[in-house]
């Protein structure tokens, strides 16, 4: 009998054989596992992540229509093809000078094909060899590349830099092949109307937006024919890839509107791809950059959605994995009558200036039905090479606007205020009389009236009617308060402030006086700082250092019509989400402490200028088969040494019951009778048969 040790000794010799047998069979079984997941199935998950992988390719929503007040588009997405891009990593690193582009264009398509498919070794064995050797080339390459030997040396040494990178010390710290913009320029060849030069610009400018593995827009509009052939070649257009969630926004009515509703372009350059996906936007994805595109941009911009592709290691696509569709943005409506906006764009006939009709009816009180600058632009038209440049170019500077975006001298229709403020407080009444003889001597000066012989004895309301310089020259000198008052008056009428118009470009303008020049000019002499009488009398008829912009001189005009009483500006009236419509709160006015009485005999004023046989609006009826109930005023203000005149015109509709204030606009258009009143008289004629409020609204 075996020697004991301790109770396991009573254990039989032959079942410990066994139960060591399963114990190392178990273990077996459990290696075996372990080394088929963690060394077979790794190797499997490595050949396979070798071939495909997965790509998530953002999917821009399509933004929020903007429609004017009857439900017409203004702005609108259309369903297009874009071609992306996802560039293999040695183009993302690539920074390409416009030099290297120049050369690969003339290198052309077959020349980079052959140089795609060389070796870095051969690329040393060239570098050796000064890149005109091609002797130490094999056979087969020398003859690919027989090409070379007759390339221009500043061409070779383009070619050389381009490979061949060096650090400052002159060390060898990377080589770039130029054929791996082979691709690139075998699509553009390939699809008509497609430039390479533009691909890459468009490539170069994407990579700063996306992280890596992310794909580039490079085409913004495939038409049928580029989608099917890419469709058919797929195979053999490594990396590219059809989006068919893609859309062109479009504006019906082109250069009548781009002020009004602006235009989109990419985030700057300086914004981190992080940030902008924070605030909930793709890479590739439009913003709005002015007008009520940037204004509204948080209603207009939709959610983006997510389409997951696999693709191979050439970038190819394989399938899709999965979608997350995207969600459109909010429709606005806007107060805007489109009928109206193109009559009085049509009324401008391409001249620069401005013309803008507002609301004055109740419950309407503010509204824009109308808003051009001109000359437009086709919005639409941005992403076209060389259109941007084309406006800047453009000697009568289609992209300021000269609505509400730049002030200018107001002239004569400044005489609202000066009348105001002198029947209010300067102690003047309707009936005071004035000599003009053509001119006021003040100083050393002769401050002339626009009638060179003067306009002899006038009242007060002749001299709104007729504009007569000199009897507002008098006004103000006599007031004697360094035009305190007038500044006071300018202020209570809107200008000098932001109107609160609900668009990015709503310019203050300049409303001057003693301490303003004294602060304006702090570098200037003592002498040049001092508040003189020809600046007085400057300030009384809207010249000299007073400005404002077309919307302020309307909205002058509008607190005479709505008796003291100030309404905000705006365009929206609506938006529409999940076909709800929601209705925007009604404007609260201001009041701007103006008496009736006065603005009383400021409107008989203005009243006489158009009924009157001298009356500056003389024209508004002349040969009118109906009258026109207008009050209105004139201005012809100047514009500089060699400049002509810009031309005004402002007033209401109809005079007992206002409805509709308007102002036209012409910068150097010459006399406000040649130019802004024949406009405004087609304008106002349209509206006396087209209501632009329809009863149901």
């Given amino acids: 009998m075996g020697t004991r040790f301790g109770p396991q000794a009573d254990i039989d010799m032959p079942v410990l054989r066994v139960y060591v047998a399963l114990i190392v069979v178990a273990f077996a079984v459990v290696l075996s596992k372990l080394f088929s997941m963690q060394i077979l199935t790794a190797r499997e998950h490595k050949v396979r992540s070798l071939k495909n992988i997965i790509v998530t390719v953002d999917i821009n929503p399509p933004r929020g229509d903007i429609l004017d007040r009857t439900g017409y588009p203004l702005a609108t997405d259309d369903n297009v093809f874009a071609l992306l891009y996802i560039a293999p990593l040695a183009i993302t690193k690539q920074q390409l000078t416009d030099d290297e582009l120049d050369l690969l264009e003339r290198l052309g398509l077959q020349r980079l094909g052959q140089l795609h498919d060389l070796r870095t070794s051969d690329y040393r064995k060239l570098r050796d060899a000064g890149f005109q050797d091609l002797s130490v080339l094999d056979q087969e390459l020398r003859s690919r590349l027989s090409w070379m030997a007759s390339l221009p040396a500043t061409d070779i040494a383009l070619l050389q830099n381009f490979i061949v990178k060096r650090n400052p010390r002159g060390q060898v710290t990377s080589w770039e092949n130029p054929g791996n913009y082979y691709d690139l320029m075998r699509v553009a060849s390939y699809l008509k109307g497609v430039e390479f030069r533009d691909m890459v610009s468009t490539l170069k400018a994407g990579m700063k937006r996306v992280n890596r593995y992310q794909p580039v827009r490079v085409v913004n509009e495939l038409d049928r024919n580029q989608v099917i052939f890419i469709a058919e070649n797929n195979h053999e257009f490594q990396g590219f890839y059809v989006e068919e969630f893609a859309y062109s926004r479009k ?163 400044f005489k609202l205020v000066t009348a105001s403020a002198a029947l209010q407080k300067g102690g003047f009444a309707p009936g005071s009389s004035f000599y003009c003889p053509g001119y006021k001597q003040i100083g050393n000066y002769k401050m002339r009236c626009h009638e060179d012989f003067g306009h002899g004895g006038v009242t007060l309301l002749e001299g709104i009617s007729k504009s007569c310089d000199v009897v507002f020259y008098d006004i103000v000198l006599a007031m004697d308060d360094d035009s305190n008052t007038l500044h006071d008056y300018a202020e209570r009428f809107g200008y000098g402030s932001r109107t609160g118009l609900d668009l990015p470009e709503d310019a203050r303008g300049t409303v001057p006086n003693r301490d303003w020049k004294r602060k304006t000019f702090d570098w200037a002499n003592a002498v040049d700082r001092l508040w003189y009488d020809g600046d007085k009398a400057n300030f009384a008829i809207g010249q000299g250092f007073m400005n404002a912009t077309a919307l302020q001189v309307l909205q002058s005009a509008s607190i005479v019509a709505k008796r003291g009483k100030l309404y905000e500006p705006h365009v929206l009236i609506a938006t529409r989400r999940d076909l709800q419509i929601r209705h925007e709160k009604p404007n609260r006015p201001r009041d701007m402490a103006l008496e009736n009485k006065t603005l009383d005999l400021v409107e008989q004023g203005m009243r006489m200028a158009v009924t009157e046989s001298t009356g500056t609006c003389r024209t508004f009826n002349a040969g009118a088969t109906k009258a026109l109930k207008v009050a209105a005023k004139t201005g012809t203000a100047e514009a500089g040494r060699g400049k002509a005149d810009h031309s005004w015109v402002v007033g209401y509709y109809p005079v007992d019951n206002p409805k509709y204030a308007f102002v036209a606009f012409f910068q150097n258009g010459g006399s406000s009778g040649a130019a802004a009143v024949p406009a405004a008289k087609k304008v106002l004629t349209y509206m006396a048969d087209n209501e632009p409020i329809a009863e149901q609204d």
């Avoid at 391409?350 to 039905?369: C, D, K, M, N, Q």
């Fill in 251 to 413: 504006y019906p009515l082109g250069m009548a509107t781009p002020h009004l509703l602006g235009y989109l372009g990419y985030f700057s350059a300086e914004n981190d791809p992080e940030w902008i996906r924070r605030m909930g936007y793709s890479d590739n994805e439009y913003v709005g950059k002015d007008g009520v595109e940037r204004q509204y941009e948080r209603l207009l911009h939709g959610i983006p959605g997510r389409r997951d592709i696999e693709v191979d290691n050439r970038m190819a696509f394989q399938r899709i994995v999965q979608d997350v569709a995207p969600a459109k943005g909010t429709d606005v409506y806007l107060a805007i009558n489109k009928n109206l906006q193109m009559e009085c764009y049509k009324a401008m006939e391409g001249r620069p200036g401005a013309f803008i009709v507002t609301a004055l009816s109740e419950g309407h009180e503010g509204e824009v039905l109308a808003y051009v600058s001109s000359p437009g632009y086709d919005p639409s038209r941005f992403k076209e090479k060389g259109y941007y440049q084309s406006l800047l170019d453009n000697p009568y500077k289609p992209l300021i606007n000269r609505a509400s975006g730049l002030a200018y001298p107001p002239g004569s229709t």
